[in-house]
């Protein structure tokens, strides 16, 4: 079965773009988590979709963004980009939320 | 929020000895702790997990055990080999499906 998949793998945007990214779960999965990982925070928890509805949402201003579709891939959406969005994005699925969650390889966003 | 605690936040171990990392939580709602292995430049894996109604498991090298009562769990690596050397981060998770970290511990595996 194959895991998941994020693209793009590598992003660089200058401070004021905007930005989306893709998350593809495994097959079955139909949660899809976000989180950010930087040096200095650690893995912060962004959102959580189930059947494309956002259903928790961790501590990051309303530029941070998602949806999820009826396939259960996800996106998500950084507007206004800063200096300090530079990260390491990371998805990952479930089959409900509540069980094992499984993380793709992450996207690397540098904000210039 | 759930807040997790990680220790020690880096450990250099000889091949072939234990290594042992250490982890509180705060909220007693938690009932699910994984534990992950991230290396370079790759997104974190799954090594193995653990729920409230369980106090301890073990998988080939790997064993985690749980304290609910003192909210503190651990993960044990036995025999340690080169291809350990990484960054472990522990995990709890309630009934708002959300994932809460520890701040990762880097693993040096000394040959």
């Known amino acids: 079965k194959a895991g998941v998949t994020q693209t793009p793998r590598y992003l660089i945007k200058t401070r004021g773009q905007q930005v989306t990214l893709s998350c593809s779960p495994i097959?079955?999965?139909?949660?899809v988590s976000w989180y950010q990982q930087t040096p200095g925070q650690g893995l912060q928890f962004l959102f959580e979709?189930?059947?494309?509805?956002?259903?928790n949402k961790g501590n990051f201003p309303g530029r941070f963004s998602g949806r999820q579709f009826s396939n259960s891939r996800s996106e998500m959406n950084v507007s206004t980009l800063e200096l300090g969005d530079s990260a390491l994005y990371l998805c990952?699925?479930?089959?409900?939320?509540?069980?094992?969650?499984?993380f793709g390889p992450g996207t690397r966003l540098t904000v210039l | 929020g759930e807040n997790v605690e990680q220790h020690p936040s880096t450990l250099s171990v000889q091949e072939g000895d234990s290594a042992v990392i250490k982890c509180t939580y705060s909220?007693?709602?938690?009932?699910?702790f994984p534990w992950y292995k991230q290396e370079l430049g790759k997104g974190p894996q799954l090594i193995i997990d653990?729920?409230?109604?369980?106090g301890e498991k073990k998988d080939q090298r790997i064993a985690v055990t749980l304290n609910k009562t003192a909210k503190h769990f651990s993960l044990h690596i036995t025999e340690t080999q080169p291809e350990d050397s990484a960054v472990y981060f522990c995990?709890?998770?309630?009934?708002?499906?959300?994932?809460?970290f520890g701040a990762g511990t880097t693993v040096t595996v000394r040959a």
């Open positions: 990952a699925s479930s089959l409900d939320g509540a069980d094992t969650q499984y």
């Open positions: 995990a709890a998770k309630g009934w708002d499906y959300k994932l809460s």
């Open positions: 909220d007693s709602a938690s009932n699910y």
């Open positions: 653990i729920r409230s109604n369980v």
């Open positions: 979709y189930f059947s494309e509805t956002q259903r």
């Open positions: 097959s079955g999965h139909r949660s």
